[in-house]
């Protein structure tokens, strides 16, 4: 048997043994320096980039310099929206040839109106459906040198319906009275020539024309052509010798009906908003292409043939071959639906038709009359008035003679018939 080995020995060698070997197992292992890769940001990234692919860059970052980069983009954008501002901004706005105030409640208050999508869509049919007139009104205008803001006076006439009737007996596109025709319109039992829009346009301008001659002030003119040239008259006399002789003075001091007053600030806001849609921000139809290559109908381009006697204006049509409500439409003056029987009168026609016309004319027999009266010794207008139950008035129009006028015995007298 060997030696025995001390117990205390043992014991002591045991313990030195674990403690070494508890250091070496605890000790860290220390890659090798050129082996080391840092990938913990590349990691962070594409495990959020998986899990939330909208996140960006900026929002990883420490709160610290998330604030501080949200305050510089907040800047960035406060300065891009102060560059930018002037490129939302709407087109500059034209200056009118007609005098506006800058402020005007009144003129603001129709302004207001016309921006609500509600009334600007009524607006924009009005201007629409005006096509057919609008450019010879323009054109019209243009020739006469007279300020294009009347364009829009027949919007706040009558919306540009050439059949408008007002509760007054006003008529037609630029809403002529009765009282108010002559001398620039015919009308009588067999011609109304309010509701011919070219002719009546004819007639507005020559009004107009004549009111600012007799005032020098548009807006006083125009004011006129709704008063009338007496009532402007009579308001202007009424202010004192201190006074401004302006339209807004007159306003002011209640001189002409509430109507008038709002006549013109409705005109300056319509063709404001018109001229400066663009400015607004609104969309209307201003047809300026239209204006610059159109040479139709649009711009009254038309063949005329005349006659004297009555003839159906369906009658001709039919014979020419064209559709019959259009030769109507191009003469609604006719209210009868025929031509004056004894005054000439022009047929309007579409253009490069008047030789067709002229043929078709010959081969129709004019519209007889049943009754036809020769004038006999002691004959007066009143007493053939009396006999055949019509007005001595009715007798000069449909025979084209004053009411004064002396009968020649002999003579033919077309008498209205029942």
């Given at each position: 048997?060997?030696?025995?080995?001390?117990?205390?020995?043992?014991?002591?060698?045991?313990?030195?043994?674990?403690?070494?070997?508890?250091?070496?197992?605890?000790?860290?292992?220390?890659?090798?320096?050129?082996?080391?890769?840092?990938?913990?940001?590349?990691?962070?990234?594409?495990?959020?980039?998986?899990?939330?692919?909208?996140?960006?860059?900026?929002?990883?970052?420490?709160?610290?310099?998330?604030?501080?980069?949200?305050?510089?983009?907040?800047?960035?954008?406060?300065?891009?929206?102060?560059?930018?501002?002037?490129?939302?901004?709407?087109?500059?706005?034209?200056?009118?040839?007609?005098?506006?105030?800058?402020?005007?409640?009144?003129?603001?208050?129709?302004?207001?109106?016309?921006?609500?999508?509600?009334?600007?869509?009524?607006?924009?049919?009005?201007?629409?459906?005006?096509?057919?007139?609008?450019?010879?009104?323009?054109?019209?205008?243009?020739?006469?040198?007279?300020?294009?803001?009347?364009?829009?006076?027949?919007?706040?006439?009558?919306?540009?319906?050439?059949n408008a009737k007002s509760k007054?007996?006003?008529?037609?596109?630029?809403?002529?009275?009765?009282?108010?025709?002559?001398?620039?319109?015919?009308?009588n039992d067999y011609v109304d020539?309010?509701?011919?829009?070219?002719?009546?346009?004819?007639?507005?301008?020559?009004?107009?024309?004549?009111?600012?001659?007799?005032?020098?002030?548009?807006?006083?003119?125009?004011?006129?052509?709704?008063?009338?040239?007496?009532?402007?008259?009579?308001?202007?006399?009424?202010?004192?010798?201190?006074?401004?002789?302006?339209?807004?003075?007159?306003?002011?001091?209640?001189?002409?009906?509430?109507?008038?007053?709002?006549?013109?600030?409705?005109?300056?806001?319509?063709?404001?908003?018109?001229?400066?849609?663009?400015?607004?921000?609104?969309?209307?139809?201003?047809?300026?292409?239209?204006?610059?290559?159109?040479?139709?109908?649009?711009?009254?381009?038309?063949?005329?043939?005349?006659?004297?006697?009555?003839?159906?204006?369906?009658?001709?049509?039919?014979?020419?071959?064209?559709?019959?409500?259009?030769?109507?439409?191009?003469?609604?003056?006719?209210?009868?639906?025929?031509?004056?029987?004894?005054?000439?009168?022009?047929?309007?026609?579409?253009?490069?038709?008047?030789?067709?016309?002229?043929?078709?004319?010959?081969?129709?027999?004019?519209?007889?009359?049943?009754?036809?009266?020769?004038?006999?010794?002691?004959?007066?207008?009143?007493?053939?008035?009396?006999?055949?139950?019509?007005?001595?008035?009715?007798?000069?129009?449909?025979?084209?003679?004053?009411?004064?006028?002396?009968?020649?015995?002999?003579?033919?007298?077309?008498?209205?018939?029942k």
């Amino acid at each position: 048997m060997g030696k025995k080995i001390p117990a205390l020995f043992i014991v002591f060698s045991l313990a030195a043994f674990s403690t070494l070997y508890s250091q070496e197992i605890d000790a860290p292992q220390e890659p090798a320096p050129q082996e080391f890769t840092d990938n913990s940001d590349e990691i962070i990234m594409d495990s959020i980039t998986e899990e939330l692919p909208e996140y960006i860059e900026e929002d990883l970052l420490p709160v610290e310099e998330t604030q501080g980069s949200e305050q510089e983009t907040a800047g960035e954008a406060e300065e891009t929206e102060e560059t930018e501002a002037p490129e939302e901004t709407a087109l500059p706005r034209k200056e009118l040839t007609l005098p506006m105030p800058d402020e005007n409640a009144e003129i603001e208050r129709f302004r207001r109106q016309y921006l609500d999508p509600k009334w600007t869509q009524v607006l924009y049919n009005a201007l629409e459906g005006a096509i057919d007139y609008r450019l010879y009104v323009r054109n019209a205008l243009a020739e006469s040198g007279l300020p294009p803001e009347l364009e829009y006076l027949p919007i706040v006439e009558s919306n540009y319906k050439t059949n408008a009737k007002s509760k007054s007996g006003a008529l037609g596109l630029w809403q002529f009275m009765a009282n108010s025709v002559w001398p620039f319109l015919t009308l009588n039992d067999y011609v109304d020539e309010r509701l011919d829009p070219w002719k009546e346009t004819d007639a507005a301008l020559k009004k107009l024309q004549d009111n600012y001659k007799t005032f020098g002030d548009w807006l006083i003119a125009i004011a006129a052509y709704n008063c009338g040239a007496g009532a402007m008259t009579r308001a202007l006399a009424k202010l004192s010798k201190d006074d401004t002789k302006d339209f807004w003075t007159l306003c002011e001091k209640k001189l002409i009906p509430a109507q008038t007053q709002a006549y013109v600030p409705k005109l300056l806001a319509i063709a404001d908003l018109c001229i400066n849609c663009a400015h607004y921000g609104i969309e209307l139809p201003l047809h300026e292409e239209e204006y610059e290559v159109l040479f139709n109908e649009k711009n009254a381009v038309f063949d005329y043939i005349s006659v004297d006697k009555a003839y159906s204006i369906a009658t001709l049509a039919q014979t020419m071959r064209i559709d019959t409500q259009e030769l109507k439409r191009l003469n609604p003056s006719f209210v009868l639906g025929f031509t004056h029987p004894s005054v000439k009168s022009q047929i309007r026609l579409p253009a490069g038709m008047q030789e067709i016309a002229q043929s078709a004319l010959e081969t129709m027999e004019p519209i007889d009359f049943p009754i036809k009266y020769t004038v006999v010794q002691g004959d007066s207008l009143w007493a053939i008035s009396r006999r055949y139950g019509c007005t001595v008035s009715q007798i000069c129009e449909l025979n084209g003679i004053k009411e004064n006028a002396i009968l020649k015995i002999g003579k033919i007298l077309y008498i209205p018939s029942k």
